[in-house]
């Protein structure tokens, strides 16, 4: 960005201009957000990346470099969360129901094809 791309802090209606540019952008992410929360792709899509985040695990790791990289994860994930639960804490709710039913399902099936090859 050139520097002349700036507003000019002594301008007030730059100033005003700007801010309003960053409100819309703002804005519009929230909108986003609160669009792939309202599909179960969605959810499931969030759900994924917050479980690959590692939010709900310990970042600790003897490795000082390896415990940087997964709290870096960690924070990126909890940022995400943090967005959701500002954006539409009903779909953060519904997102863990749905992962729990889908696991609920998935330990079933598997105790299903244990008992089936015994």
Request: aromatic share 4%; charged share 25%.
């Amino acid at each position: 960005m050139a520097l002349t791309d700036q507003p000019n802090a002594a301008n007030p209606e730059q100033i005003r201009s700007a801010a309003l540019k960053v409100d819309r952008s703002i804005d519009q992410a929230n909108a986003d957000l609160a669009a792939v929360m309202s599909t179960p792709g969605g959810r499931r899509f969030i759900g994924s990346l917050l479980e690959v985040a590692g939010i709900y695990r310990n970042s600790f790791d003897s490795d000082p470099l390896v415990m940087a990289a997964n709290e870096g994860r960690r924070n990126g994930g909890l940022q995400l969360l943090a967005d959701i639960q500002r954006v539409d804490p009903e779909a953060y709710i519904k997102l863990l129901q749905e992962r729990l039913k889908a696991l609920q399902q998935d330990q079933a099936t598997a105790e299903a094809s244990r008992i089936s090859t015994e």
